[in-house]
């Protein structure tokens, strides 16, 4: 089975999301879709999956053009999508999830779950997965919540399949198992369409490279093309791959944790008496899978957690039991895991953004009075200096860009004579040069003698910015290791191995 | 090593507006009129106007129902069409001219004093609706629904008109202290809501609801008791009338009844505008109501903000009370002493769209259909209720912005 894309456009009011975009993929056959958030990925594949119509071009499937009104019909023509964000009931269990839709009834409606359950055996045997078809969804690991999704539309006999961004939410263990599976389904005849912005996955698994840029096509490539190839027809310029930092030059340990104890209004523990220390102009690095701690950890520092317990020190102050405003006076700088929830106002300018954690008092605010002239001077050099592309200071936060929106956190947080640098996914969903820009921004903050606490839950980020990397696994410390240990190393430790040789 | 590869994906629904936001090229800067003119037509202002405009449109057919000429010549459409479309014409024109007459200038009466008075009726009902406006606006803005505008402004009302019959000063020591005790005493009440919210979560809405009960059977035993705020020897629930030297004074004279109460408004309105244009608190005010997780996040004490939101703004909706109390119905306090202006209070910050000045709009639109619609009943026999219909009828269309959208066939909001 082919599938063809012929002359796609997509505009959404004046803006033209996907322009005149053409590609195919066979069977068998592994097709990557490369680009950056935004490059208009996953617009073209709602188009493909008849979620939105296009307004030019058309599909063709085995050389027969398709009219796809809704998601419906593109099933029932064969293809099959395993979405970023699962679509998934999770009160339901994997059978059940998997009839969603096409529910085969028996006598008066009653639904025949024994086909759906036999279904789910049958492919997940095929694949060689380990999915108990009775499980309720909400209880498996979001590496199994995938794989019932990648079920689900094989059970609709999908000749082709659509990953949109499947490794966002894996451990690097479960990236290389979702890949296998992918060469197993490539070697079984599936046409594969894999959407990412990771330049590493896309020289792995595929066949033939397609690279997007602001909605149109922009070359094609071989997975032998170098990363940097890959970068700079994804940006459209030459990208500094590396992180240029010097060796660090470690002072006196700032910044001390001891026993730190986090637990929710329920008791349970999600930090579980986890001690480290970072020192003046040291960057250190939480690595672990999302959800093992490090939100609470970074969370419990700012005085956002109502149940902490233990001691977080920065210098002679002690920040446990302190309010987050007193956290914030004490020079912490927080860039927030989440910034359109815990970072920015969206409908206020970008000017407002910039003195949000600063309203009571100078140099923003004198007699209760907010000095305006003050703040746009600030706001506009601020927004020179951190090379925040936007209309003008009164421009709404929510309307910017992802990269742009976090220049203003960064900017906001970085104005500030700090003392502590708490960034917690300080990358998430930005784009390529505003990484470049932001990490270049660590380095300089650590350089100027700030201790770092960097949380992410990407692993190229921590080795390419920590001094020192801490692993994070259901709440407690696996490990505190140098950085430039092994991947594979680091990997293990994220999945709860302790390493040899190593001090928790 | 290599970072270029360590980017999450956006949130669903971010594509759609994607080839924008592209990074290396600033977003498209329309020009400056376009902006404007898209501000105009896709803004909320125009679709509040176009909301009132339907209203209109929608209470005009109901007038138009109740009309027995209209209806009787309805019946004989086929053979004479004119005389059904004249009486049409006659039964909307004079609706509205009545209207008119009734809350702006009424030409039908001599001397210029006798047809301007309506006008002042509008400002003498507009000047409460706008302060309880601001009360319950100011609220909005902070994310917080203040729907206790009638305990509150029963509550105020009652403690001024205590400090009004229990305490003898002179007027300038006595109006003062009345109007502070009524703004006091709205504060508190409503800061029980604001200080619950924070304290516990207990959701604004259903407290503020039941302090409105609670507010009203609070006040009606007062009146009730002797000793308290019943009229020395009566048997009914009521005060005694408020004593000259805490009444407002007139602002035009005896032949008006226009009251230092539309002053205070127009006051408040600068002063509010002020505390949330301005001002570092309602900076923070905004910023709880907008989000209040980033609020928390940048060091903001949301909770205190709550109460503190909560705290002034029952002091706006206390005003209302006292402007009522002290300006229009001085023959003494009562369980009607509100007279609607609670409720109608919420409509007004709606349709105002919880801006000072859009609040201070309102509030007059309000004003002269309330002055209005008793002068449509008397000279035209509509029933005043047609009002409230027409009220009513504004909340709906802007409670559904897009049936308006849709109706006008205005672009969407400008959000990209």
Redesign the interface.
């Known amino acids: 089975m082919t599938l063809e894309l012929r002359g796609i456009t997509k505009r ?6 996907n322009d005149r975009i053409s590609l195919t993929v066979g069977e068998g056959e592994i097709l990557a879709l490369l680009g ?8 073209l594949m ?1 188009v493909l999956y008849g979620l939105y119509q296009a307004d030019e071009g058309e599909i063709f499937l085995d050389g027969a053009p398709l009219r796809l009104s809704g998601p419906g019909d593109a099933m029932a023509a064969g293809i099959g999508m395993v979405h ?2 699962f679509m998934l009931v999770p009160v339901f269990t994997v059978a059940e999830n998997v009839m969603l839709g096409h529910e085969a009834t028996g006598f008066a409606g009653t639904l025949d779950l024994d086909a759906a359950r036999q279904r789910v055996r049958e492919i997940s045997q095929r694949f060689g997965f380990d999915v108990d078809p009775d499980a309720l969804v909400e209880s498996l690991p979001v590496g199994v919540q995938q794989r019932v999704e990648i079920i689900k539309a094989l059970s609709r006999d999908a000749r082709v399949l659509v990953f949109d ?1 499947p490794t ?1 939410v894996l451990t690097p263990q479960e990236t290389d198992e979702l890949m296998g599976i992918m060469r197993q389904l490539r070697a079984s005849g599936t046409a594969i369409v894999f959407i990412s ?5 896309v020289r792995a698994i595929a066949d033939r490279i397609t690279v997007i ?3 149109a096509v922009v070359g094609e490539a071989s997975p032998t093309a170098t ?1 940097a190839e890959l ?1 700079a027809l994804m ?3 030459p ?1 500094e ?3 240029h930092k010097e060796p660090a030059q470690p002072g006196p340990d700032m910044f001390v944790v001891r026993d730190l104890r986090v637990t929710d209004d329920a008791g349970h523990a999600h930090l579980d008496g986890i001690s480290f220390t970072i020192a003046r102009g040291e960057v250190l690095g939480v690595a672990g899978v999302q959800g093992n701690g490090q939100t609470e950890l970074t969370e419990a520092i ?1 005085g ?1 957690q109502a149940h902490v317990h233990g001691s977080i020190r920065l210098a002679d102050h002690e920040l446990v039991g302190r ?3 007193k ?3 004490a020079g912490v700088g ?1 860039i ?1 895991e989440d910034r ?9 300018t970008i000017a ?1 953004n910039l ?3 600063r ?2 008092g100078k140099p ?2 004198s007699a ?3 000095r ?1 002239g003050y703040l746009e001077d600030f706001a506009q050099r601020t927004l020179e200096e951190y090379d925040v ?3 003008g200071i009164q ?1 709404k936060a ?7 929106q976090q220049k203003v956190v960064v900017a906001r947080e970085l104005s500030r004579d700090l003392n502590l640098l708490v960034a917690a ?1 300080p ?10 820009f932001i ?1 270049k921004q660590v380095v300089a903050t650590r350089d100027a003698g700030v201790p770092v606490l960097l949380v ?3 692993l ?2 921590i ?3 920590s001094d020192r990397i801490m692993v994070l696994y259901r709440g407690q410390v696996v490990g505190i290791v140098p950085a430039d240990t092994p991947r594979e190393t680091l990997g293990l430790m994220m999945a709860g191995e302790r390493p040899e040789g190593t001090a928790a | 090593m290599s970072t270029n590869d360590e980017t999450q994906p956006a949130p669903a629904g971010a594509p759609a507006a994607g080839a924008v936001k592209d990074p290396k090229e600033p977003p498209q800067q329309p020009g400056r009129f376009d902006g404007v003119l898209r501000e105009i037509v896709a803004g909320n202002a125009m679709v509040a106007v176009l909301s009132v405009f339907l209203a209109v449109v929608v209470g005009s057919l109901m007038i138009l129902l109740t009309d027995e000429n209209v209806r009787d010549t309805a019946g004989y459409i086929g053979a004479r069409p004119t005389d059904f479309f004249s009486a049409v014409w006659t039964s909307i024109s004079d609706a509205y001219s009545a209207l008119f007459r009734g809350a702006v200038y009424n030409t039908n009466l001599e001397g210029f004093q006798g047809r301007i008075r309506p006008l002042t009726e509008t400002l003498k009902f507009a000047g409460p609706l706008i302060l309880a406006g601001l009360g319950v606006g100011l609220a909005f803005r902070a994310g917080m629904f203040n729907i206790g505008g009638r305990g509150q402004m029963l509550l105020a009302g009652a403690a001024a008109g205590w400090v009004g019959v229990s305490v003898d000063l002179p007027t300038v020591l006595h109006l003062p202290l009345a109007v502070l005790a009524g703004a006091l005493a709205g504060a508190l009440w409503a800061g029980i809501a604001g200080f619950l919210k924070a304290q516990s979560g207990a959701h604004e809405v259903i407290v503020t609801i039941m302090l409105n009960y609670v507010g009203y059977y609070l006040v009606f035993y007062a009146l009730s008791k002797q000793g308290l705020l019943q009229a020395p020897g009566s048997l009914n629930p009521k005060s005694q009338p408020m004593p000259e030297s805490v009444v407002l004074p007139k602002l035009l004279g005896d032949r008006f009844n226009l009251h230092a109460g539309f002053l205070i408004a127009l006051v408040a309105v600068a002063v509010v505008w002020w505390l949330l244009n301005k001002s570092a608190l309602g900076f923070r005010f905004r910023a709880v109501g907008e989000n209040p997780d980033a609020a928390r996040a940048a060091g903001i004490n949301v909770g205190r903000t709550y109460l503190v939101v909560m705290l002034i703004a029952g002091g706006l909706v206390g005003l209302a009370g006292v402007n009522q109390i002290l300006g229009t119905t001085t023959s003494g306090v009562t369980v009607d002493l509100d007279a609607g202006i609670g409720f109608d209070a919420i409509t007004v910050a709606l349709l105002g769209r919880s801006r000072p000045l859009g609040i201070l709009a309102a509030g007059l639109l309000f004003g002269g259909l309330k002055a209005g619609g008793f002068s449509m009943a008397a000279a035209e026999g509509i029933p005043v209720e047609i009002v409230l219909v027409i009220q009513s009828l504004i909340v709906l269309f802007i409670a559904a912005p897009p049936l308006v959208r849709a109706i006008f066939r205005l672009p969407k909001e400008a959000t990209a």
């Open positions: 959404f009011g004046p803006l033209v999301a950056e958030n935004g490059a208009g990925k996953s617009t709602n970023q964000h961004e966002a912005h990771k330049l590493r996955e840029r602001r909605g990363n970068a940006v459209g310029r990208v791959l590396t992180v700012m956002l309010s987050v405003r956290v914030l006076d927080f927030p359109q929830v815990d970072g920015l106002v969206g409908e206020f407002e003195m949000l954690n309203s009571h923003f605010v209760g009075t907010i305006s592309r936007a209309s421009a929510g309307q910017l860009s992802g990269g742009n996914q990358t998430r969903g930005v784009d390529v040069g505003s990484i470049e990490h992410s839950t990407e190229d980020e080795v390419a910015l």
